[in-house]
């Protein structure tokens, strides 16, 4: 072939891009969605986590993105593990030319890896290289980071360590909680794969970007244990574990000899003499609660097997607590 000097462009598919799918909470079902709606492209198959017991009745439950592919009609697999000869086989069978990866929860090998051949592509709820791991939307928050967002990475065996090809980002408000920012991520993952997939079928190249080796952070697996408040911290940092930690595993403290879950609280810059966990007042607006630095108002809060409601409510129902002398959270 003749060289002439110019920048050689990709050939546009003819034939759909084999897509195989592997996700498993509902995070993952909007990206599955957008590979369902990309022109050109064919969803082979999808892989998601065995079912596990949830529940009170510990009952099997299927993976929200199990239950979105056999409603759109896809085949679905769910290995326990992508090392074993039979499950690499069964995807192999499946000829796929491209693996899309969101919150699978699997460690991919690299025989996988290497199997389509456009590679593994990452959906990654962060700004990489901050937050590789397991929890990025609420280490974001908890960190109190003014900004966070989705990157479209090319899948390496290390941990989320692959060039990104495509990213945005987006602010994390002021009263944003893991839910809310889970759902708005979510949503703009499913538009960057959108936009990756659209690209590679009209044969247009995705420029990688190498992660810098500078402000590596790691969003480790949320254990509920990090869930009790610690009112040696500072007020604005417990508002933004409660924030965080809202709908999983929801921020708790114990009041007067009873558990609460607390879902809703904000930080008051006022100086106290107070010790940490001692109530500072009974405001008809919440609880106020001395800390490390300034004063928490509990707003919202849940009692064991009972409903959220308003810390007011709570309090109606407890007339004598604030007579008790010596009140304190812990």
């Known amino acids: 072939q003749r060289r002439t000097g110019r920048r050689r462009r990709l050939i546009p598919m003819t034939l759909p891009v084999r897509v195989a799918f592997a996700g498993t909470p509902e995070f993952a079902v909007p990206c599955l969605h957008a590979c369902l709606a990309a022109t050109g492209v064919e969803v082979v198959v999808v892989c998601t986590q065995p079912d596990r017991a949830a529940g009170r009745g510990r009952r099997l439950a299927a993976s929200p993105v199990k239950q979105a592919a056999l409603a759109a009609g896809l085949t679905v697999e769910q290995p326990d593990s992508l090392r074993t000869r039979e499950a690499r086989e069964r995807l192999a069978a499946c000829r796929p030319d491209l693996l899309v990866v969101v919150a699978y929860g699997l460690i991919l090998p690299k025989t996988v890896l290497a199997m389509p051949r456009h590679g593994c592509w990452n959906v990654h709820a962060s700004l990489l290289p901050r937050w590789r791991g397991a929890a990025p939307i609420q280490c974001a928050i908890l960190a109190g980071d003014a900004e966070t967002g989705v990157g479209l990475m090319q899948m390496e065996a290390g941990l989320d360590t692959g060039p990104v090809l495509l990213e945005r980002s987006t602010p994390i408000g002021p009263a944003e909680t893991g839910g809310s920012l889970h759902d708005r991520l979510a949503a703009l993952g499913a538009e960057v794969l959108a936009e990756g997939l659209a690209r590679l079928v009209r044969g247009e190249a995705l420029p990688a970007r190498a992660q810098a080796e500078a402000g590596v952070t790691y969003a480790h697996k949320l254990d509920k244990a990090e869930a009790r408040i610690d009112w040696t911290q500072p007020a604005v940092a417990i508002e933004r574990l409660v924030r965080a930690f809202d709908p999983w595993p929801v921020a708790e403290t114990i009041v007067a000899g009873e558990r609460l879950r607390v879902w809703a609280a904000s930080a008051r810059p006022a100086s106290s003499v107070h010790k940490p966990g001692e109530i500072v007042a009974f405001a008809a ?21 009972g409903r959220r409601m308003p810390v007011r409510d709570w309090l109606n129902a407890r007339p004598a607590l604030a007579a008790e002398p010596g009140v304190s959270a812990r």
Request: glycine share 20%.
């Open 285 to 305: 607006e919440g609880l106020d609660i001395a800390t490390g630095d300034g004063v928490l108002r509990l707003l919202e809060i849940q009692r064991d097997g």
